[in-house]
DNA sequence: TCTAATCTTGACGTAAACGTCAGAGTTAGA
DNA sequence: TCTAACTCTGACGTTTACGTCAAGATTAGA
Protein backbone atom coordinates (compact mmCIF):
# COMPACT_ATOMS: atom_id res chain seq x y z
CA UNK A 1 0.00 0.00 0.00
CA UNK A 2 2.66 2.44 0.40
CA UNK A 3 3.93 4.27 -2.80
CA UNK A 4 7.12 2.14 -3.82
CA UNK A 5 10.87 4.01 -3.04
CA UNK A 6 11.62 3.07 -6.96
CA UNK A 7 10.05 6.35 -8.50
CA UNK A 8 7.06 5.65 -10.48
CA UNK A 9 7.91 7.93 -12.79
CA UNK A 10 11.60 6.69 -13.88
CA UNK A 11 13.59 10.03 -14.56
CA UNK A 12 14.53 9.17 -18.54
CA UNK A 13 14.56 11.65 -21.52
CA UNK A 14 14.15 9.18 -24.18
CA UNK A 15 14.29 12.13 -27.29
CA UNK A 16 17.24 14.09 -27.36
CA UNK A 17 14.36 16.99 -28.60
CA UNK A 18 13.93 17.22 -24.85
CA UNK A 19 9.83 15.17 -25.30
CA UNK A 20 10.20 13.26 -22.34
CA UNK A 21 8.63 10.08 -22.35
CA UNK A 22 7.17 8.07 -19.16
CA UNK A 23 8.81 4.67 -18.63
CA UNK A 24 7.66 2.08 -15.81
CA UNK A 25 9.27 -0.46 -13.54
CA UNK A 26 7.45 -3.92 -13.96
CA UNK A 27 5.06 -3.60 -11.37
CA UNK A 28 3.52 -0.60 -12.43
CA UNK A 29 3.39 -1.65 -15.82
CA UNK A 30 1.58 -5.16 -14.86
CA UNK A 31 -1.29 -3.12 -12.67
CA UNK A 32 -1.58 -0.58 -16.28
CA UNK A 33 -2.27 -3.73 -17.99
CA UNK A 34 -3.71 -5.67 -15.75
CA UNK A 35 -1.48 -8.20 -16.39
CA UNK A 36 0.59 -10.52 -13.99
CA UNK A 37 4.44 -9.56 -13.89
CA UNK A 38 5.27 -13.29 -14.57
CA UNK A 39 2.78 -12.74 -17.58
CA UNK A 40 5.02 -10.04 -18.88
CA UNK A 41 7.74 -11.50 -18.66
CA UNK A 42 6.78 -14.93 -19.66
CA UNK A 43 4.94 -12.56 -23.18
CA UNK A 44 8.89 -11.08 -23.55
CA UNK A 45 10.42 -14.28 -23.61
CA UNK A 46 8.12 -15.95 -26.74
CA UNK A 47 9.08 -12.81 -28.59
CA UNK A 48 5.34 -11.24 -28.29
CA UNK A 49 7.16 -7.89 -26.46
CA UNK A 50 10.23 -6.37 -28.09
CA UNK A 51 12.57 -6.60 -25.23
CA UNK A 52 11.95 -3.27 -23.00
CA UNK A 53 14.91 -0.89 -22.40
CA UNK A 54 17.08 -1.57 -19.22
CA UNK A 55 18.05 0.76 -16.30
CA UNK A 56 22.15 0.19 -15.81
CA UNK A 57 20.73 -1.83 -12.61
CA UNK A 58 18.93 -4.15 -15.43
CA UNK A 59 15.33 -3.71 -13.94
CA UNK A 60 12.93 -3.30 -17.08
CA UNK A 61 12.05 -0.07 -18.41
CA UNK A 62 8.58 -0.02 -19.95
CA UNK A 63 7.88 2.55 -22.91
CA UNK A 64 3.96 3.27 -23.03
CA UNK A 65 4.02 1.92 -26.02
CA UNK A 66 5.20 -0.99 -24.60
CA UNK A 67 2.19 -0.90 -22.27
CA UNK A 68 -0.07 -0.58 -25.58
CA UNK A 69 1.41 -3.90 -26.47
CA UNK A 70 0.46 -5.61 -24.14
CA UNK A 71 -2.74 -4.69 -23.54
CA UNK A 72 -3.59 -5.42 -27.16
CA UNK A 73 -1.79 -8.75 -26.93
CA UNK A 74 -4.39 -9.49 -23.57
CA UNK A 75 -7.15 -7.98 -25.37
CA UNK A 76 -6.51 -10.60 -28.85
CA UNK A 77 -6.09 -13.63 -25.88
CA UNK A 78 -8.77 -13.38 -23.13
CA UNK A 79 -11.45 -11.49 -25.36
CA UNK A 80 -10.90 -13.04 -28.41
CA UNK A 81 -9.75 -16.60 -27.79
CA UNK A 82 -6.18 -15.99 -30.11
CA UNK A 83 -3.64 -18.69 -28.28
CA UNK A 84 -0.34 -17.05 -28.25
CA UNK A 85 1.39 -18.82 -30.90
CA UNK A 86 -1.35 -16.80 -32.78
CA UNK A 87 -0.95 -13.83 -31.32
CA UNK A 88 3.11 -14.09 -32.45
CA UNK A 89 1.91 -14.20 -35.78
CA UNK A 90 0.03 -11.51 -35.88
CA UNK A 91 2.51 -9.45 -33.38
CA UNK A 92 4.89 -10.30 -35.98
CA UNK A 93 3.02 -8.78 -38.92
CA UNK A 94 3.14 -5.95 -36.69
CA UNK A 95 6.53 -5.50 -36.83
CA UNK A 96 7.21 -6.42 -40.14
CA UNK A 97 4.74 -2.58 -40.86
CA UNK A 98 7.01 -1.11 -38.31
CA UNK A 99 9.89 -2.11 -40.46
CA UNK A 100 7.87 -0.98 -43.42
CA UNK A 101 7.44 2.03 -42.04
CA UNK A 102 11.00 3.49 -41.24
CA UNK A 103 12.01 2.10 -44.59
CA UNK A 104 9.19 4.04 -45.79
CA UNK A 105 10.65 7.47 -44.25
CA UNK A 106 13.48 6.67 -45.55
CA UNK A 107 13.71 6.34 -49.36
CA UNK A 108 12.83 9.29 -51.24
CA UNK A 109 11.80 6.60 -54.36
CA UNK A 110 8.20 7.31 -54.66
CA UNK A 111 7.59 4.13 -56.40
CA UNK A 112 9.80 2.30 -53.75
CA UNK A 113 7.02 4.16 -51.41
CA UNK A 114 4.43 2.82 -53.29
CA UNK A 115 5.46 -1.13 -53.14
CA UNK A 116 6.08 -0.87 -49.21
CA UNK A 117 2.46 0.87 -48.91
CA UNK A 118 1.24 -2.06 -50.94
CA UNK A 119 3.05 -4.51 -48.62
CA UNK A 120 1.59 -2.96 -45.71
CA UNK A 121 -2.18 -2.76 -47.29
CA UNK A 122 -1.46 -6.68 -47.60
CA UNK A 123 -0.55 -7.19 -44.30
CA UNK A 124 -3.35 -5.45 -42.77
CA UNK A 125 -6.41 -6.99 -44.79
CA UNK A 126 -4.95 -10.20 -43.74
CA UNK A 127 -4.98 -9.23 -39.70
CA UNK A 128 -8.12 -8.07 -40.92
CA UNK A 129 -9.76 -10.91 -41.98
CA UNK A 130 -8.59 -12.88 -39.41
CA UNK A 131 -11.06 -10.81 -37.31
CA UNK A 132 -13.78 -10.34 -39.66
CA UNK A 133 -13.82 -14.26 -39.73
CA UNK A 134 -14.61 -14.22 -35.94
CA UNK A 135 -16.67 -11.43 -35.91
CA UNK A 136 -18.74 -13.11 -38.53
CA UNK A 137 -19.41 -16.30 -36.78
CA UNK A 138 -19.55 -14.34 -33.60
CA UNK A 139 -22.72 -12.60 -35.46
CA UNK A 140 -24.13 -15.58 -36.44
CA UNK A 141 -24.18 -17.15 -32.77
CA UNK A 142 -25.40 -13.84 -31.16
CA UNK A 143 -28.23 -13.90 -34.19
CA UNK A 144 -29.31 -17.34 -33.17
CA UNK A 145 -29.85 -16.09 -29.42
CA UNK A 146 -31.38 -12.89 -30.73
CA UNK A 147 -33.74 -15.10 -32.41
CA UNK A 148 -34.70 -17.01 -29.09
CA UNK A 149 -35.05 -14.03 -27.26
CA UNK A 150 -37.58 -13.24 -29.64
CA UNK A 151 -39.61 -16.25 -29.35
CA UNK A 152 -40.22 -15.40 -25.62
CA UNK A 153 -41.36 -11.71 -26.27
CA UNK A 154 -43.75 -13.33 -28.67
CA UNK A 155 -44.94 -16.26 -26.33
CA UNK A 156 -45.08 -13.61 -23.78
CA UNK A 157 -47.77 -11.46 -25.45
CA UNK A 158 -49.85 -14.24 -26.39
CA UNK A 159 -49.71 -14.73 -22.59
CA UNK A 160 -50.46 -11.89 -21.45
CA UNK A 161 -53.40 -11.77 -24.18
CA UNK A 162 -54.53 -15.28 -22.60
CA UNK A 163 -54.68 -13.75 -19.54
CA UNK A 164 -56.82 -10.47 -20.16
CA UNK A 165 -59.28 -12.44 -22.15
CA UNK A 166 -59.79 -15.47 -19.49
CA UNK A 167 -58.12 -14.63 -16.50
CA UNK A 168 -58.47 -18.04 -14.03
CA UNK A 169 -57.19 -20.61 -17.15
CA UNK A 170 -56.71 -23.41 -14.51
CA UNK A 171 -60.09 -23.27 -13.32
CA UNK A 172 -61.60 -24.21 -16.24
CA UNK A 173 -63.89 -26.99 -14.77
CA UNK A 174 -65.92 -24.66 -12.39
CA UNK B 1 -9.89 -46.86 -45.59
CA UNK B 2 -12.70 -50.56 -45.25
CA UNK B 3 -16.28 -49.72 -44.14
CA UNK B 4 -16.63 -50.17 -40.63
CA UNK B 5 -17.76 -53.68 -39.75
CA UNK B 6 -20.21 -51.96 -37.36
CA UNK B 7 -22.50 -50.65 -39.28
CA UNK B 8 -22.39 -46.48 -39.22
CA UNK B 9 -26.24 -46.57 -39.38
CA UNK B 10 -27.50 -47.94 -35.87
CA UNK B 11 -30.78 -49.52 -36.21
CA UNK B 12 -31.98 -47.79 -33.28
CA UNK B 13 -36.09 -46.50 -33.27
CA UNK B 14 -36.16 -43.99 -30.93
CA UNK B 15 -39.92 -42.42 -31.27
CA UNK B 16 -42.63 -44.50 -30.62
CA UNK B 17 -44.02 -43.08 -33.10
CA UNK B 18 -42.21 -44.72 -35.79
CA UNK B 19 -39.89 -41.61 -36.76
CA UNK B 20 -36.57 -43.19 -36.93
CA UNK B 21 -33.65 -41.06 -35.67
CA UNK B 22 -30.10 -42.01 -36.40
CA UNK B 23 -27.80 -42.11 -33.70
CA UNK B 24 -23.77 -42.47 -34.43
CA UNK B 25 -21.23 -44.10 -33.08
CA UNK B 26 -18.46 -42.16 -31.58
CA UNK B 27 -16.53 -42.55 -34.81
CA UNK B 28 -18.83 -40.78 -36.86
CA UNK B 29 -19.47 -38.47 -34.17
CA UNK B 30 -15.95 -37.43 -34.14
CA UNK B 31 -15.91 -37.23 -38.02
CA UNK B 32 -19.11 -35.16 -38.20
CA UNK B 33 -18.16 -32.75 -34.95
CA UNK B 34 -14.67 -32.29 -36.69
CA UNK B 35 -13.48 -32.94 -32.71
CA UNK B 36 -11.53 -36.02 -31.71
CA UNK B 37 -13.23 -39.24 -30.08
CA UNK B 38 -10.40 -38.21 -26.59
CA UNK B 39 -12.61 -34.82 -27.06
CA UNK B 40 -15.68 -36.00 -27.10
CA UNK B 41 -15.40 -38.72 -23.88
CA UNK B 42 -13.57 -35.25 -22.22
CA UNK B 43 -16.18 -33.09 -23.07
CA UNK B 44 -18.84 -35.70 -21.35
CA UNK B 45 -16.41 -36.18 -18.27
CA UNK B 46 -16.38 -32.85 -18.15
CA UNK B 47 -20.37 -32.45 -18.18
CA UNK B 48 -20.65 -30.49 -20.80
CA UNK B 49 -22.79 -33.37 -22.64
CA UNK B 50 -25.58 -35.02 -21.48
CA UNK B 51 -24.36 -38.42 -21.37
CA UNK B 52 -25.49 -40.31 -24.79
CA UNK B 53 -27.17 -42.99 -24.63
CA UNK B 54 -25.95 -46.52 -25.16
CA UNK B 55 -25.71 -49.68 -26.71
CA UNK B 56 -26.35 -52.62 -24.43
CA UNK B 57 -22.87 -53.54 -25.10
CA UNK B 58 -21.75 -49.96 -23.70
CA UNK B 59 -20.94 -47.96 -27.26
CA UNK B 60 -22.04 -44.64 -27.23
CA UNK B 61 -24.67 -43.57 -28.89
CA UNK B 62 -25.06 -39.73 -30.44
CA UNK B 63 -28.27 -38.22 -31.37
CA UNK B 64 -28.05 -35.46 -33.87
CA UNK B 65 -29.27 -33.07 -31.11
CA UNK B 66 -26.03 -34.67 -29.13
CA UNK B 67 -23.95 -33.65 -32.57
CA UNK B 68 -25.52 -30.32 -32.52
CA UNK B 69 -24.14 -29.48 -29.19
CA UNK B 70 -20.89 -30.80 -30.05
CA UNK B 71 -20.57 -28.81 -32.41
CA UNK B 72 -21.92 -25.87 -30.75
CA UNK B 73 -19.09 -26.34 -28.09
CA UNK B 74 -16.27 -26.39 -30.69
CA UNK B 75 -17.31 -23.51 -31.67
CA UNK B 76 -17.54 -21.22 -28.53
CA UNK B 77 -14.13 -22.76 -27.94
CA UNK B 78 -12.19 -22.29 -30.75
CA UNK B 79 -13.82 -19.41 -32.18
CA UNK B 80 -15.36 -17.44 -29.29
CA UNK B 81 -12.23 -18.43 -27.19
CA UNK B 82 -14.66 -19.45 -24.20
CA UNK B 83 -12.49 -22.20 -21.58
CA UNK B 84 -14.50 -25.27 -20.90
CA UNK B 85 -15.53 -24.22 -17.63
CA UNK B 86 -17.22 -21.01 -18.97
CA UNK B 87 -18.96 -23.18 -21.83
CA UNK B 88 -20.11 -25.54 -18.94
CA UNK B 89 -21.70 -22.77 -16.95
CA UNK B 90 -23.35 -21.48 -20.77
CA UNK B 91 -24.58 -24.99 -21.23
CA UNK B 92 -25.73 -25.15 -17.67
CA UNK B 93 -28.04 -22.69 -18.79
CA UNK B 94 -29.04 -24.18 -22.19
CA UNK B 95 -30.21 -27.16 -19.64
CA UNK B 96 -32.28 -25.00 -17.55
CA UNK B 97 -34.06 -24.08 -21.01
CA UNK B 98 -35.06 -27.62 -21.32
CA UNK B 99 -36.25 -27.98 -18.17
CA UNK B 100 -38.06 -24.85 -18.32
CA UNK B 101 -39.48 -25.90 -21.33
CA UNK B 102 -41.08 -29.25 -19.73
CA UNK B 103 -42.29 -27.12 -17.16
CA UNK B 104 -43.67 -24.83 -19.73
CA UNK B 105 -45.76 -27.83 -21.15
CA UNK B 106 -46.78 -29.35 -17.83
CA UNK B 107 -48.15 -26.66 -16.64
CA UNK B 108 -52.20 -25.03 -17.54
CA UNK B 109 -51.59 -21.92 -15.32
CA UNK B 110 -50.95 -19.15 -17.62
CA UNK B 111 -48.97 -16.73 -14.94
CA UNK B 112 -47.08 -20.05 -13.86
CA UNK B 113 -46.25 -20.06 -17.75
CA UNK B 114 -45.50 -16.53 -17.54
CA UNK B 115 -42.89 -16.72 -14.67
CA UNK B 116 -41.62 -19.50 -16.29
CA UNK B 117 -40.73 -17.74 -19.60
CA UNK B 118 -39.10 -14.55 -18.07
CA UNK B 119 -36.65 -16.60 -16.45
CA UNK B 120 -35.93 -18.55 -19.56
CA UNK B 121 -35.74 -14.97 -21.22
CA UNK B 122 -33.09 -13.48 -18.27
CA UNK B 123 -31.03 -16.93 -19.47
CA UNK B 124 -31.23 -16.39 -23.00
CA UNK B 125 -30.24 -12.44 -22.51
CA UNK B 126 -27.17 -13.12 -20.00
CA UNK B 127 -26.30 -15.08 -22.78
CA UNK B 128 -26.21 -12.81 -25.36
CA UNK B 129 -24.72 -10.41 -23.15
CA UNK B 130 -21.65 -12.34 -22.78
CA UNK B 131 -21.37 -12.50 -26.80
CA UNK B 132 -22.47 -8.76 -27.09
CA UNK B 133 -19.49 -7.65 -25.17
CA UNK B 134 -17.00 -10.05 -27.21
CA UNK B 135 -18.68 -8.80 -30.40
CA UNK B 136 -18.31 -5.58 -29.67
CA UNK B 137 -15.05 -5.71 -28.54
CA UNK B 138 -13.77 -6.96 -31.61
CA UNK B 139 -15.63 -4.43 -33.64
CA UNK B 140 -13.23 -2.13 -32.02
CA UNK B 141 -10.62 -3.74 -32.64
CA UNK B 142 -11.42 -3.85 -36.53
CA UNK B 143 -12.55 -0.37 -36.59
CA UNK B 144 -8.82 0.09 -35.69
CA UNK B 145 -7.50 -1.77 -38.57
CA UNK B 146 -10.00 -0.54 -41.01
CA UNK B 147 -8.82 3.09 -40.30
CA UNK B 148 -5.51 1.99 -40.73
CA UNK B 149 -6.46 0.19 -43.99
CA UNK B 150 -7.95 4.01 -45.09
CA UNK B 151 -5.07 5.42 -43.78
CA UNK B 152 -2.88 3.49 -46.49
CA UNK B 153 -4.82 4.08 -49.06
CA UNK B 154 -5.22 7.60 -48.54
CA UNK B 155 -1.33 7.83 -48.56
CA UNK B 156 -1.49 5.68 -52.02
CA UNK B 157 -3.40 8.38 -53.67
CA UNK B 158 -1.15 10.90 -52.75
CA UNK B 159 1.85 9.35 -53.93
CA UNK B 160 0.02 8.30 -57.01
CA UNK B 161 -0.18 11.95 -57.55
CA UNK B 162 2.80 12.88 -57.21
CA UNK B 163 3.92 9.89 -59.71
CA UNK B 164 2.34 12.27 -62.28
CA UNK B 165 3.07 15.40 -61.13
CA UNK B 166 7.00 14.53 -60.87
CA UNK B 167 7.58 11.20 -62.17
CA UNK B 168 11.46 10.79 -61.78
CA UNK B 169 11.76 12.33 -57.97
CA UNK B 170 14.44 10.61 -57.03
CA UNK B 171 16.99 12.33 -59.89
CA UNK B 172 15.90 15.61 -59.22
CA UNK B 173 19.77 16.13 -59.13
CA UNK B 174 19.40 16.10 -63.27
C1' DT C 1 -18.26 -69.05 -35.30
C1' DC C 2 -14.50 -66.42 -36.43
C1' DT C 3 -12.45 -62.10 -37.25
C1' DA C 4 -11.33 -57.34 -38.39
C1' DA C 5 -12.76 -52.98 -37.22
C1' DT C 6 -14.41 -50.47 -33.62
C1' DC C 7 -15.44 -49.46 -29.05
C1' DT C 8 -14.61 -49.42 -23.74
C1' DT C 9 -12.18 -47.70 -19.51
C1' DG C 10 -8.12 -46.56 -17.18
C1' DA C 11 -3.66 -44.54 -16.83
C1' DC C 12 0.04 -41.92 -17.97
C1' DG C 13 2.16 -38.17 -21.01
C1' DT C 14 2.33 -33.41 -22.81
C1' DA C 15 2.07 -28.56 -24.44
C1' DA C 16 0.48 -24.06 -23.24
C1' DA C 17 0.17 -20.55 -20.06
C1' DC C 18 1.12 -19.16 -16.46
C1' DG C 19 1.77 -19.34 -10.53
C1' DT C 20 4.97 -19.54 -6.98
C1' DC C 21 8.85 -19.73 -4.41
C1' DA C 22 14.09 -18.77 -3.57
C1' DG C 23 18.16 -16.26 -3.40
C1' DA C 24 20.37 -12.36 -4.86
C1' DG C 25 20.71 -7.69 -6.73
C1' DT C 26 18.83 -2.64 -7.37
C1' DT C 27 16.72 1.71 -6.27
C1' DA C 28 15.70 5.86 -3.92
C1' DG C 29 14.46 8.10 0.22
C1' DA C 30 15.66 9.05 5.16
C1' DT D 1 24.92 4.52 4.29
C1' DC D 2 21.10 1.92 5.52
C1' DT D 3 16.90 -0.06 4.44
C1' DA D 4 12.25 -1.00 2.67
C1' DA D 5 10.27 -1.82 -1.52
C1' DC D 6 11.08 -3.40 -5.66
C1' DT D 7 13.25 -6.20 -9.35
C1' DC D 8 16.12 -9.97 -11.38
C1' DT D 9 16.76 -14.88 -13.07
C1' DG D 10 16.14 -19.58 -12.54
C1' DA D 11 13.51 -23.51 -11.32
C1' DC D 12 9.86 -26.18 -10.18
C1' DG D 13 4.60 -26.62 -9.66
C1' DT D 14 -0.14 -26.41 -11.57
C1' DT D 15 -4.22 -26.28 -14.44
C1' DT D 16 -6.40 -26.94 -18.76
C1' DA D 17 -7.25 -29.61 -22.59
C1' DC D 18 -6.42 -32.86 -24.52
C1' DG D 19 -2.86 -37.11 -26.92
C1' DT D 20 -1.49 -41.73 -26.59
C1' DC D 21 -1.07 -46.38 -25.30
C1' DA D 22 -2.74 -50.73 -23.25
C1' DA D 23 -5.73 -54.55 -22.48
C1' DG D 24 -9.89 -56.13 -23.10
C1' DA D 25 -14.95 -56.17 -24.80
C1' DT D 26 -18.36 -55.51 -28.75
C1' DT D 27 -20.19 -55.56 -33.32
C1' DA D 28 -21.47 -57.09 -37.81
C1' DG D 29 -20.19 -59.41 -41.81
C1' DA D 30 -18.22 -63.62 -44.10
Redesign the interface.
Known amino acids: MVAPHVGDKVGLEAKSEGVSERYFLIGEAAERTGLTQRTIRYYEELGLLSPPSRTQGDFRLFSEGDLDRLKEIG ?8 SLAEIRKIVEGEEVLGQLRSEYRAT ?4 R ?2 AL ?2 N ?2 KL ?2 S ?2 EL ?2 A ?2 S ?3 E ?2 TE ?2 A ?2 LR ?2 E ?2 KE ?2 Q ?2 VTAPN ?2 ETTT
Not at 75 to 82: A, C, E, I, S, V
Not at 108 to 111: I, N
Open positions: RLKHLLGFGDTARLLDATTDQLIEKVQMELRLVRRYAKRLEALQT
